[in-house]
């Protein structure tokens, strides 16, 4: 599957910024997909995940109740709602699948987006 990451920008502390991530191929509903962010100089980090059928999320801990995760299967588009966003959450935003459960770990997902910024001042 190929994914194709939109929606980032400048964007205020406290202000709100909605990601999309738009994928190609028939077999988009059988994957999961996760977000992943990298600050500079950081280690990238998972952001969220959601399963196939999107009744089923995972979030870091540190974000959970600001991001919100969901897909539309229909569209092939899985979304990352970003809310009270801080300047900390300043980084490129990649959008990954992979088959199977939900996972953190980065290296358990197969493809990978481009990526697109987010900046957050304050």
């Known amino acids: 599957v190929q994914l194709q990451a939109s929606g980032g920008g400048l964007v205020q502390a406290g202000g709100s910024l909605r990601l999309s991530c738009a994928a190609s191929?028939?077999?988009?509903?059988?994957?999961?997909m996760g977000w992943f962010r990298q600050a500079p100089g950081k280690e990238r980090e998972f952001v969220a995940a959601i399963d196939w059928s999107g009744s089923n999320t995972l979030y870091a801990d540190s974000l959970r109740g600001r991001f919100t995760i969901s897909r539309d299967n229909a569209q092939n588009t899985v979304y990352l709602q970003m809310n009270s966003l801080k300047p900390e959450d300043t980084a490129i935003y990649y959008c990954?699948?992979?088959?199977?459960?939900?996972?953190?770990?980065?290296?358990?997902?197969?493809?990978w987006g481009q990526g697109t910024q987010v900046t957050v001042s304050s």
């Open positions: 990954a699948a992979k088959r199977g459960t939900l996972e953190r770990d980065g290296s358990r997902y197969d493809s």
């Open positions: 191929g028939r077999t988009f509903s059988i994957y999961i």
